[in-house]
């Protein structure tokens, strides 16, 4: 996500997603810096404007219509994952669970070649208020009159939807007692209540702040510590680029992301150059080319690698020399090796955790991992952005000297 200014964070999470290191990186290095499919060149920023990753530390529990349901838990202790595109569930089983069950956070055990790792990784999903609506209403619902949002959730296309705080939304005149997910028409119009109080909309699971623990009850499943600056971890530190030579003599330092794309110091064209592909789909010719650019490329990945149906594992990557796989930065390099993400992953770890876990290969604090069913505490990452202890330069020294 985007760093607030002040390192104080301005929206609760609710109606949302998160992950833990390995996810949050497999997303940022899947879906967000890949050079040749990010976007437009142009951009001003990365894409959906990530510049950092954020902390936080949760306390979980979830109500006894999921605990004492095993059918309903995904692994123990959690329900079901869904996920949140613009504060929608897109979900159909997610929004149905909500009503039925009330509140609670789902997980979802992932394990993808879109990144290689020795275990798999999980994604969260919190649930806030009214969570079938957007945030905004989404044109061309009738009278709205609000920008597009960054992502267009499905269930708003091609119709539009109201947004979670529209009054009609909220009372509904139609179905003033709306539990129905499967009726779609009003779904895009009306908030959802729950089945077994169905005269309150759906609230979500964030605890109010006067409460010490979550309770497990309607409103009241999750709770956090709220974030400071140390919660958050730009990318332009853990990647190196705010220590990189900038402008035309490299004589000072790149002063973000966007200034080191226009203005890196790279007399020999290092990072000025991406991947193209023509015919790029399952029975195309896959025809594949290294274009010069006239701006550096934090990062891009070999079609082979991040387009084809096997990913990492398809075999046309892995026969592909490693210089051959990937442009940008070092720190990025290595995604389709185990060493790569675990260094990576370390990093993140490290600098939010410190002591308990730097030169220990954990990713989470030993003393603090396990989630136990009922009440228990989880390290949980998300995407937002001080100053980490790997630089490119360290990153490299360290994959150079180590043998996995």
């Not at 004492?68 to 202790?77: E, N, Q, R, T």
């Not at 990144?115 to 061309?140: E, R």
């Not at 708003?156 to 007692?177: E, H, V």
Request: aromatic letters at 10%; one cysteine or more.
């Amino acid at each position: 996500m985007t760093k607030p200014q002040d390192g104080k964070e301005t929206l609760p999470v609710s109606n949302n997603n998160l992950a833990d290191v390995l996810g949050v990186l497999r997303y940022v290095h899947q879906e967000v810096i890949v050079e040749h499919v990010a976007g437009n060149p142009e951009r001003e920023t990365r894409k959906y404007d990530i510049d950092a990753f954020a902390h936080y530390r949760m306390k979980i529990r979830n109500p006894d219509t999921i605990l004492k349901d095993p059918s309903k838990m995904a692994i123990p202790g959690f329900g079901g994952f869904g996920a949140f595109d613009f504060g929608v569930a897109t979900s159909l089983d997610l929004l149905e669970q909500l009503v039925s069950s009330g509140d609670f956070v789902g997980i979802s055990k992932q394990d993808s070649p879109q990144i290689n790792f020795t275990h798999p990784w999980y994604w969260f999903s919190v649930d806030g208020d009214c969570p079938n609506l957007p945030w905004t209403c989404v044109k061309p619902y009738p009278g709205c009159q609000e920008k597009a949002p960054p992502t267009m959730p499905q269930p708003c296309d091609p119709d539009g939807c109201a947004g979670k705080k529209d009054q009609d939304a909220r009372s509904c005149t139609d179905k003033p007692q709306f539990t129905d997910p499967t009726d779609t028409e009003t779904a895009r119009k009306c908030c959802l209540h729950y089945s077994q109080h169905p005269d309150q909309v759906i609230i979500g699971g964030l605890c109010n702040s006067s409460v010490k623990e979550p309770t497990g009850e309607i409103g009241c499943v999750y709770q956090y510590e709220a974030l400071t600056s140390k919660d958050f971890l730009p990318l332009d530190d853990l990647n190196g680029i705010n220590s990189m030579p900038c402008g035309a003599d490299g004589k000072r330092k790149c002063s973000g992301w966007k200034d080191w794309r226009d203005h890196c110091y790279d007399p020999e064209g290092k990072y000025k150059k991406r991947f193209h592909c023509e015919d790029c789909h399952d029975s195309g010719g896959w025809n594949v080319t290294t274009q010069v650019t006239g701006y550096c490329v934090e990062y891009d990945l070999h079609p082979y690698c991040q387009e084809t149906q096997n990913l990492c594992e398809d075999p046309r990557c892995m026969a592909l020399k490693p210089e051959e796989k990937e442009y940008g930065l070092p720190f990025w390099s290595g995604k389709c090796t185990v060493s790569g993400n675990q260094l990576r992953a370390e990093a993140v770890a490290s600098y939010f955790l410190g002591d308990p876990v730097r030169n220990s290969h954990w990713l989470v604090d030993p003393a603090r991992h396990l989630v136990e069913t009922g009440l228990g505490s989880c390290e949980v990452n998300g995407t937002d952005g001080s100053d980490a202890e790997l630089t490119a330069r360290g990153f490299m020294q360290v994959m150079n000297k180590c043998t996995w």
